[in-house]
């Protein structure tokens, strides 16, 4: 009932997008993202796809179009990376504001300048307060799956917040894996319909969307924002468990996964693919009767703090994993979220592959190693040469 | 247009909260009658927007939707690619048109939004842009924009001792869109209602992108009473200074000749943003006006 292809993550993205049988796709081309609108576009172009395809003169154009036509009703996404999810910045934040489920697949890449189109978590992890649920993938399955997902969370009436699922660039975006693909049927029957009842332009029963809103009402929209993502929470792990009974596959309960954390007592905490080449070290590592763990974060956003805590209870020696830097704090952003909410804990902050730099197997059984001695709270970046 | 009928429905409700006399509402309110219930609006930041929907009030009748400053035309894209996609796959919106209008302040079209019009036009939405044009950044306190007049003071081109106001001559945005090859363009005047409701509804019935800009006075940024809005919209058409005319299919129509065109001393001399000029200064207006005037047969 199933296919699988090899393919890359950019084409896992798209071909999730197809599956969701999206109305409207409006995106601009940047690398590495773009292999991702190419196929939409060849998609459309071929008639396998009925969709409108916006070809739109940029990436804050794209998003705004994006608004419009979530807006009015239709199941919308869009694709982009580093700079041009920088350029969409203004938008972001409407597109959460107003409410409309959009959902877009970022290939993560470094911001300029210099200008760099490697791989890092800084672009998705500078739009962390724009109200997007943002879902990190380790691999190119867990592109696909999450998209499909995606469209199911941010469409769920308790939650209607657009979806950004990341996927490191480069590493996921142009490497090709078995990806398996289910039917559409399935996938339809997953997701079920687009019927939106808040945010409908619809002439039979006119509304009136993004107004201003004065001092009287702003801070409550945000707060029904907060509370959206407080459901998220929920909504994430049902959805992902009802896509794990129907298509057999999982990652964690959803949020996060947590990786031989049991008897670990050295975890390392990260986000995307690096979490494969983690999981490889502690399979090595176990083999010479050493446990250690990984607890791999899959949403940021909402962050789903109760259950890290949960995870990290055992945890001595906490590495946190960051490719983000937030400059004159010297502190990558998943470390400051992370930790804020970790007391009495050991964490150690590691700043690594920015730009694109190589994590490799050796780096990451020295941070395993490192973190058991270095102190509380420092950071170090991983590799930096002089 | 002789004999056209006014539509009684009002689309665009009374009880806004713009200046009193503001041509901004007189636009939406004639554009909304033209194009009919049947109307999605988006609209950029600016006067229009936030005179019409403090929250949780709203003058708007028809869907509407606000977005940003720079964006009316790329959110307009995408609705209308909605509504194309939703009616083809799933039957919604029914089987009559839906007149999907985009309305932006004159910084918000030929500023700051430019891009995003270009590009809509470029792409061949069928959609209207009604460019509302009361020459400045009116919504921030009458900054100067593209479409500021030139020697018009403005708060960012003030008239000093050393500089006489704007000094660069208006943007000429109907030719812009012109370059682009959509099938309407127009300008229109608040003065002028059965002509600027004909534009729209034509604009509204063709296939593919129309653009009408149409001039506006704005009795707080220009500087003048209430009452003299409709008085001062017409004077410019009068004069020779926004001239009334169609581009359709390539073809340029004029839509009005005044039977002897006025000077523009009267038109200048009503308004506090032009109270600087001394007598020289309004022949070189006047000559700027004369030049234009020939190339369009007036
Ligand atoms: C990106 C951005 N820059 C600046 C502003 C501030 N701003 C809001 S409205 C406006 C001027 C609007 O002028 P115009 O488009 O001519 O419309 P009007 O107010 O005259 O109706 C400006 C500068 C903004 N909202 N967004
Ligand atoms: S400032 Fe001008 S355009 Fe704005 S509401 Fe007042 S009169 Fe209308």
Partial sequence: MCEIKVITGTSAAAEAAKLADVDVIAAYPITPQTTCVEKLAEFVSNGELDAEYIKVESEHSAMSACIGSSAAGARTFTATSSQGLALMHEVLFSAAGMRVPIVMMNANRALSSPINIWNDQQDSLAERDSGWIQIYAEDNQEVLDSVIQAFKIAENENVLLPVMVNLDGFILTHTVEPVTLPKQENVLEFIGTYEPKHAYLDPKKPITQGALGDPNYYMETKYAIEMAMKNAEKVIVDVHDEFKEKFKRGYGNGLIECYNLEKAETVIVAMGSICGTIKDVIDAKKKEGKEIGLLKIRCFRPLPIEMIKDALKNAKNIAVLDKSISLGMNKGIVYVDVVSSLKNKKTVNYIVGLGGRDITFEDILEIYTDVETSEDGKTIWLGLKE | ?298
């Fill in chain 2, 1 to 298: 247009m002789a004999g056209m009928q006014f539509p009684r429905d009002e689309l665009f409700a009374p009880g806004h909260r713009g200046c009193a006399g503001c041509g901004a509402a007189i636009v939406a309110r004639l554009a909304l009658k033209a194009a009919g219930k049947n109307t999605i609006a988006a609209n950029a930041t600016g006067c229009l927007e936030v005179m019409t929907t403090p929250y949780p009030e709203t003058a708007w009748r028809v869907p509407w939707i606000h977005v940003g400053f720079e964006n009316a035309a790329a959110v307009a894209s995408g609705i209308e690619g909605a509504v194309a996609a939703l009616k083809r796959k799933r039957q919604k919106y029914g089987s009559e048109k839906v007149n999907v209008i985009a309305f932006g302040g004159d910084g918000g079209t030929a500023d700051i939004g430019f891009q995003a019009l270009s590009g809509a036009m470029e792409r061949g939405h069928d959609m209207v842009y009604i460019m509302y044009d009361n020459e400045a950044y009116m919504n921030t306190g009458a900054q100067r924009s593209g479409s500021t007049p030139f020697m018009a003071s403005t708060t960012t081109s003030p008239a000093g001792s050393h500089i006489r106001g704007e000094n660069r001559p208006k943007k000429d945005m109907p030719m812009i869109m012109a370059a682009h090859g959509i099938p309407y363009i127009a300008t229109a005047s608040i003065s002028y209602p059965e002509d600027f409701m004909n534009k729209v509804k034509k604009a509204c019935e063709i296939d593919g992108p129309a653009f009408i800009q149409i001039m506006q006075p704005c009795t707080t940024g220009w500087g003048y009473p209430a009452e003299n809005t409709i008085e001062i919209g017409r004077l410019a058409v009068e004069t020779g200074l926004w001239p009334l005319f169609e581009i359709e299919n390539g073809e340029f129509k004029l839509n009005y000749r005044p039977l002897k065109r006025k000077s523009i001393d009267e038109y200048l001399k009503m308004q506090k943003r032009y109270r600087h000029l001394t007598p020289a200064d309004i022949s070189k207006i006047q000559e700027a006006i004369d030049l234009k005037c020939q190339e369009y047969g007036l």
